[in-house]
C-alpha cells in the first residue's frame, strides 16, 4: 500500500503528473519531481523567500505549502517568466540594474515582484520597500533591486501600461 497521492499539478501551463506523500512541500516537488530547479530552498520557514513562486496570482512560500495544496492551481516559477530567449521585463530590469550578486536569492525576488506589480503596477517608493522587505538578500544591500523595481514600474507608465512579455 502507498502512501503517496497522485495528482496533476499545472506549473507553467504545463501539466506534471506527480505521486507525492502528503507531507511534501510544493517547493520540493517543483524540484525534484518536475525537474524546475529555479525556485531556491533557503531557510525552510518561510523567512528568507527564496522558494517564492505565484500561485494563482499571489506571491507564495513554497517551502511552507504542500505540493496537494497546489492540485488545481495554476503555479508559475521563474522557469516560466522568459519567453524562449527573451526576458519578461522584470528579469531585463535586474539585469539592467545589477539586481544581483550570487543569484540564489534572485528568483524568489522576481516572482515576488511580478506578483506585486500585476496586483498594484504602480507602487510607491514606500509600497516598493515594503514589498521587496518580504525577502532577504545577504549580498547586494538591496538598492539595486529597488533600482530594478523603478525602472520596470517607470517603463509601465511610459507605455500604455503594459510590458510585451508579462
Not at 492540485?71 to 516560466?80: D, L, Q
Not at 509601465?156 to 501600461?161: A, P
Amino acid at each position: 500500500m502507498s502512501d503517496k497521492i497522485p495528482f496533476t499539478l499545472n506549473v507553467n501551463s504545463r501539466e506534471y503528473q506527480v505521486s507525492v506523500e502528503a507531507r511534501q512541500t510544493l517547493a520540493d516537488v517543483i524540484r525534484e519531481e518536475c525537474g524546475l530547479t529555479g525556485t531556491r530552498v533557503g531557510c525552510e520557514h518561510g523567512v528568507c523567500g527564496s522558494c517564492t513562486i505565484i500561485v494563482d496570482g499571489a506571491p507564495v512560500r513554497a517551502c511552507l505549502m504542500f505540493a496537494v495544496q497546489a492540485e488545481g492551481k495554476e503555479v508559475r516559477t521563474i522557469e516560466g517568466m522568459a519567453d524562449g530567449e527573451e526576458l519578461h521585463s522584470v528579469q531585463r530590469a535586474f539585469s539592467d540594474n545589477h539586481g544581483l550578486q550570487c543569484g540564489f536569492c534572485t528568483p524568489g525576488f522576481i516572482m515576488l515582484i511580478t506578483a506585486a506589480l500585476e496586483q498594484n503596477p504602480a507602487p510607491t517608493d514606500e509600497e516598493i520597500r515594503e514589498m521587496l522587505s518580504a525577502n532577504l538578500c545577504r549580498c547586494t544591500g538591496y538598492q539595486n533591486i529597488f533600482n530594478a523595481v523603478k525602472q520596470y514600474v517607470g517603463e509601465s507608465t511610459e507605455t500604455t501600461g503594459a510590458h510585451k512579455n508579462d
